[in-house]
């Protein structure tokens, strides 16, 4: 679990820093020097934000599985809770993505249900963990 919020801690760092320095620098920095810090800033922190939601094979994912073997002392219990996270979360983003789409007519949910769909994907979710202590979906 420590491991796993590294990376998301590290994004979110990365993200509070692009901000900080566009807001303190923004009477000397050009306008697209500007518009990028504060996208690094934006993507870094939605990318940390996403990497969170509790479901296998996202960092996120690997809290939950191990927020559960803690709790029951059962690995096998918590690879199951953190696939089924994936695959929930992967429909939800799926479904939302193709409602955003359909309805709104944005292309931005096109990323959504790419998303939804690499966590519900089986192929994605049983290659979280292989070898031989693998538990399968």
Do not use: C, K, Y
């Not at 191990?66 to 695959?87: E, K, N, P």
Request: positive net charge; without cysteine; aromatic residues 8%.
């Amino acid at each position: 679990a420590v491991i796993a919020v590294a990376g998301p801690l590290a994004s979110a760092a990365l993200g509070v820093t692009s901000w900080a320095v566009a807001l303190v620098m923004a009477p000397l920095l050009s306008p697209t020097a500007l518009a990028a810090l504060l996208w690094l800033g934006t993507a870094n922190l939605a990318w940390a934000v996403f990497v969170l939601l509790p479901g296998a094979p996202l960092d996120g994912g690997r809290i939950l599985r191990a927020l559960v073997w803690s709790r029951t002392r059962d690995r096998h219990h918590g690879d199951r809770t953190a696939r089924r996270g994936g695959r929930a979360l992967g429909v939800l983003l799926l479904s939302a993505g193709a409602a955003v789409v359909i309805l709104f007519g944005q292309f931005v949910g096109v990323w959504f249900a790419v998303a939804g769909w690499a966590l519900w994907a089986p192929r994605t979710i049983t290659s979280a963990e292989t070898g031989p202590d693998a538990v399968p979906p």
